[in-house]
C-alpha cells in the first residue's frame, strides 16, 4: 500500500485523532459505572467483579492509542500489532516488579503519544522495504528499537509532569482567592492536554481549597466542552464529554487555540466559586473534577455543615457556577463577538 503523504499539521492531527477515540473508548466504561460498581460492591459479589472489569478497561488505553492511531494512518495488520504494542510498552503503565510485572494506572499519556508518532513515521518508512520476511523483520526490528527508545525517553519526558507540579506547588502558596482562581486555569488546560491532573496533584499532595479549585477549574473545562459540543455534536458524543473525559476533544484543543478563551475566563469564574465556597478536596480527589462524583462527594464531606446544605453547595459549585458560565461566555464569545464558531467542538473534525 502505497503511504499518503502528510503535511506536518496533517500528521499531528491524524495522530490525535486516534488518540481521542482511545481515550474515550478506555476510560468511559470506568468513568461512568466505577462509582455505582463501588458503591454496590458490599450488596452482591458480582458487582465487586463488574468494578473489576471496568477498572481494567482503563488499562487498556495505551495500547488502544496505538491501535487507534494504526487505524487513522491506516497501516495494515502487522504495522497495526507493532505500533500497539510499543505504545503500550513505551507508556511505562508495566514495570518491573519482584518476581515478574505490575501494571500501575495508564502510564504517561505523553510519552506514549510521542512515541506512537515516532513509531507511525518509522513504520511508513518502512513499509515495503523487507518484502516477503516483512512479518519477521518488522516487528523484531520496530518493537525492539521503538519500545527500547520509548522506555529511554520515559524518564525524561515524565519530568514535565514534575515540572507543573513545581509551578502548582509554588502557586498554593498565594493568597487563598489568587490561588484558586489560578490553580482552576491550570487544571482546565491540564484535563484537556495530554498531562494528568491525578498525577500533578499526587506528586505535590495538594489538598484542602487548593484541592477543589483544581476540581472546580476540571469541571469548567467540561462544562465548555459540553456546551459547546451539543450545537454540533450527536447527543452520544456530548454525553461522552458530559461523563468521561474532556481529553477526547484533546485533538479540537489542538487545532483550535481559540477554545482556551472560554476554557480559561470559565475556569477564572469556577476558581472565584471554589473561594467562596471554601470547596476542599484530598490529593486523591483532585484532578477529577465532577467525575464518579469522586471530587463533589469528597467535598461534601469535608463541610461543616448539613448534609443536605452541604449537597447543594456542592450542586452550584460544580455544575451550576460552570455550566451558567460557560453558556453566558460562549454566547458572547461565539454569538456576539463572533471569535470563534461551534465548529471547532466538532468531534473527529479538522
Not at 495505551?62 to 505504545?87: K, N, S, W, Y
Not at 464529554?241 to 481529553?247: F, I
Amino acid at each position: 500500500m502505497e503511504a499518503k503523504n502528510y503535511t506536518f499539521k496533517e500528521f499531528i492531527m491524524t495522530v490525535f485523532g486516534g488518540v481521542s477515540i482511545a481515550i474515550i473508548v478506555g476510560l468511559i466504561p470506568n468513568a461512568i459505572a466505577g462509582e455505582i460498581f463501588r458503591a454496590l460492591q458490599d450488596r452482591a459479589p458480582i458487582f465487586e467483579q463488574l468494578l473489576l472489569v471496568v477498572g481494567l478497561s482503563q488499562l487498556a488505553v495505551p495500547a488502544l492509542i496505538g491501535a487507534l492511531v494504526a487505524r487513522e494512518f491506516q497501516l495494515d495488520p502487522i504495522e497495526t500489532a507493532v505500533l500497539t504494542m510499543v505504545t503500550f510498552m513505551a507508556s511505562g503503565s508495566v514495570q518491573l516488579a519482584e518476581g515478574g510485572f505490575q501494571i500501575g494506572g495508564i502510564g504517561d499519556l505523553v510519552n506514549t503519544i510521542f512515541i506512537a508518532a515516532l513509531s507511525v513515521l518509522v513504520l511508513l518508512k518502512l513499509r515495503g522495504k523487507f518484502g516477503n520476511l516483512n512479518m519477521v523483520l518488522l516487528p523484531l526490528l520496530v518493537v525492539i528499537v521503538m519500545g527500547a527508545f520509548g522506555l529511554f525517553t520515559l524518564p525524561y519526558v515524565s519530568q514535565l509532569t514534575a515540572a507543573i507540579g513545581v509551578v502548582v506547588e509554588k502557586i498554593t502558596t498565594l493568597q487563598p482567592l489568587i490561588m484558586s482562581v489560578l490553580l482552576a486555569m491550570i487544571f482546565a488546560i491540564l484535563i484537556i492536554s495530554p498531562f494528568s491532573t491525578v498525577a500533578v496533584a499526587l506528586a505535590i499532595n495538594l489538598s484542602g481549597l487548593g484541592s477543589g479549585a483544581a476540581n472546580l477549574g476540571i469541571c469548567a473545562t467540561t462544562a465548555v466542552l459540553v456546551v459547546g459540543s451539543s450545537k454540533v455534536n450527536s447527543t452520544g458524543i456530548t454525553i461522552a464529554g458530559l461523563l468521561g473525559s474532556p481529553k477526547m476533544f484533546m485533538k479540537n484543543w489542538i487545532a483550535h487555540p481559540q477554545l482556551n478563551l472560554p476554557i480559561l475566563l470559565t475556569a477564572a469564574i469556577a476558581g472565584v466559586g471554589a473561594y467562596i465556597f471554601n470547596i476542599q478536596g484530598t490529593p486523591q480527589s483532585a484532578g477529577f473534577g465532577f467525575s464518579g462524583l469522586v471530587g463533589p462527594i469528597n467535598a461534601v464531606s469535608a463541610m461543616d455543615v448539613g448534609l443536605f446544605q452541604g449537597v447543594i453547595i456542592a450542586a452550584v459549585a460544580f455544575f451550576g457556577i460552570p455550566f451558567v458560565a460557560s453558556f453566558l461566555i460562549q454566547k458572547v464569545l461565539v454569538d456576539l463577538l463572533k471569535v470563534f464558531d461551534y465548529d471547532v467542538y466538532r468531534f473527529g473534525g479538522k
